[in-house]
């Protein structure tokens, strides 16, 4: 059992079968500090040792965002040199993999902005389901910035090249229903209230690659 995450920036709950992942730092928009990648890791390990957990389920709080990036804030600190800036990347691609390579199924709630690292971090999980009125982008072209191998071959292998080279190019916002429509998302939900998981975990035995009980 966790007893606490390594930053209270990370929340790790559990409700029946249900693990909540959620990234804690709404005065910045949840964005995402190297201690919060690497909380992310930390509680990945309890869920998965856990066998009352059927589903993940990974959101922000505060309601206004889901995750809004990284915490540029920690980038001259962090990322001062060129080896710092691949260690930084490695702890942060390292727990998305762990979100998409984990057996249990995750699911990303998105309320509000997800932005840059946040549709990263949302590409990893299994399913996408977001809250009318949430934003979606990319702006690593205005801000010079360029994307990881992996990251890139998520969103062509979700969205296809033609979507993915408009959202890449753009660096624009996309609405919910772009985001729908794109196949970004698998749905939109007109409340908070409307995000449940409850028809998923009940027909789930702990695995996402389980036969449902007959």
């Known amino acids: 059992m966790l007893d606490q995450p390594l930053t209270s920036k990370m929340i790790a709950q559990k409700d029946g079968p249900v693990g909540h992942l959620i990234f804690n730092n709404p005065a910045r928009h949840n964005a995402v ?19 009352a957990i059927r589903v993940i389920v990974v959101s922000g709080a505060g309601g206004r965002a889901f995750v809004s990036g990284a915490d540029i804030s920690e980038f001259k600190e962090r990322r001062a040199s060129e080896e710092a800036a691949a260690a930084y990347s490695k702890i942060s691609e390292g727990a998305r993999t762990r979100l998409q390579e984990t057996l249990k199924p995750t699911i990303a709630m998105i309320r509000g902005y997800c932005i840059g690292g946040g549709v990263g971090t949302a590409l990893a999980c299994d399913m996408r389901i977001a809250a009318a009125g949430s934003k979606f982008g990319v702006p690593a072209a205005k801000l010079g910035l360029g994307y990881a191998y992996d990251g890139i071959k998520r969103l062509v292998d979700l969205v296809g090249p033609a979507c993915a080279r408009e959202i890449f190019f753009t660096a624009r916002q996309f609405t919910a229903d772009e ?26 035995r702990g695995s996402k690659w389980a036969t449902p009980e007959p």
């Open 33 to 51: 500090s190297l201690e919060m990648w690497q909380a992310v890791a930390q509680i990945m390990d309890d869920f998965e040792q856990d066998d």
């Open 179 to 204: 985001a729908l429509r794109m196949g970004l998302v698998n749905q939109v939900v007109q409340t908070a209230c409307c995000l449940s998981v409850e028809p998923i975990h009940s027909n789930l």
